[in-house]
T-cell receptor
Framework: KQEVTQIPAALSVPEGENLVLNCSFTDSAIYNLQWFRQDPGKGLTSLLL?????REQTSGRLNASLDKSSGRSTLYIAASQPGDSATYLC????????????FGKGTHLIIQP | SQTIHQWPATLVQPVGSPLSLECTVE??????LYWYRQAAGRGLQLLFYSVGIGQISSEVPQNLSASRPQDRQFILSSKKLLLSDSGFYLC???????????FGSGTRLTVV
């Protein structure tokens, strides 16, 4: 059974810093890995999708890497802003294609102005 | 473009009352549809998924059921709500596993 772990559970940093969020998964037989952002009381917004054959994806100030063999992914946020404050969730698609995603519990990020 | 709609946004229901949450997807056909629940401190749990009309798979035994009466409509139901059914319910869709998943805005259910 796939298990996804995110470290740290919470992070508070001053504005402008570069930061890294970590995600690990136990079964390397994945189709892809997806990073989401969740604001309080809201749904999930997809940030980046990395296929199993890819090493990284970039969108603006966000860069996500994937090392499938070691079961790890990182989300790098450059020049953090207060608007980046949210919970970041990592999810992997593995097993049967229609089985949905396995999620980590998220990293609660606070960017201090 | 594809959009996903989920309603209501919030719901307060007494114990023992019925439940019906609706999710619809626009701009695509034959999507895979999913219902997730997010309970405080417990992360997101897959409840049901569907790959076609009338085809429902349940991931966990519980007080809830799901139906897919139309290609782009997914309904989460309960005949009698329990306090433990409280949580944040999210609908999602995917055209196929390699294309990733898109989530709705969620329904906050409080059972009192």
């Amino acid at each position: 059974k796939q298990e996804v772990t995110q470290i740290p559970a919470a992070l508070s940093v001053p504005e402008g810093e570069n930061l890294v969020l970590n995600c690990s998964f136990t079964d390397s037989a994945i189709y892809n890995l997806q990073w989401f952002r969740q604001d309080p009381g809201k749904g999930l917004t997809s940030l980046l999708l990395i296929q199993s054959s890819q090493r990284e994806q970039t969108s603006g100030r966000l860069n996500a890497s994937l090392d499938k063999s070691s079961g790890r992914s990182t989300l790098y946020i450059a020049a953090s802003q207060p608007g980046d404050s949210a919970t970041y969730l990592c999810a992997v698609a593995s097993g049967g294609g229609a089985d949905g995603l396995t999620f980590g519990k998220g990293t609660h990020l606070i960017i201090q102005p | 473009s594809q959009t996903i709609h989920q309603w209501p946004a919030t719901l307060v229901q007494p114990v023992g009352s019925p439940l019906s949450l609706e999710c619809t997807v626009e701009g695509t056909s034959n999507p895979n549809l999913y219902w997730y629940r997010q309970a405080a401190g417990r992360g997101l749990q897959l409840l049901f998924y569907s790959v076609g009309i009338g085809q429902i798979s349940s991931e966990v035994p519980q007080n809830l059921s799901a139906s897919r009466p139309q290609d782009r409509q997914f309904i989460l139901s309960s005949k009698k709500l329990l306090l433990s059914d409280s949580g944040f319910y999210l609908c999602a869709w995917s055209p196929g596993v390699i294309w990733g998943y898109t989530f709705g805005s969620g329904t906050r259910l409080t059972v009192v």
